[in-house]
């Protein structure tokens, strides 16, 4: 079965940084994309945080550009989310996602909390 876990999460004071992982049971240089997601409280929709693409492009939601950096280990099969500056906005519970070349193929993780707060 096809796996996502997600970790690194936790609290943080503003300004703060975190870096988050995502381990994953596939090849994730198989994937047309890897990225992180985000849903805030009360929010039943993910956002787009950060997306690295088979060609090696990237892209991020406006509001962490500059702040986030997502990266990748092929060796591992592992995705990283680092996460300089945070603010009480980012505050959400952060998910891995895997789009396959079929775009119709993604596969999520079960997702990790990240609270910024003082």
């Known amino acids: 079965q096809v796996q996502l876990v997600e970790s690194g999460g936790g609290l943080v004071q503003p300004g703060g940084s975190l870096r988050l992982s995502c381990t994953t049971s596939v090849r994730i240089n198989a994937a047309y994309a890897m990225g992180w997601y985000r849903q805030a409280p009360g929010n039943q929709q993910r956002e787009m945080v950060a997306r690295a693409f088979i060609s090696g492009s990237t892209n991020y939601a406006d509001s962490v550009k500059g702040r986030f950096t997502i990266s990748r280990d092929g060796a591992k099969n592992t995705v990283h989310l680092q996460m300089n500056s945070l603010k009480p906005e980012d505050t959400a519970v952060y998910y891995c996602?895997?789009?396959?070349?079929?775009?119709?193929?993604?596969?999520w993780g079960q997702g990790t909390q990240v609270t910024v707060s003082s």
């Open positions: 996602n895997y789009q396959g070349q079929d775009l119709t193929v993604n596969y």
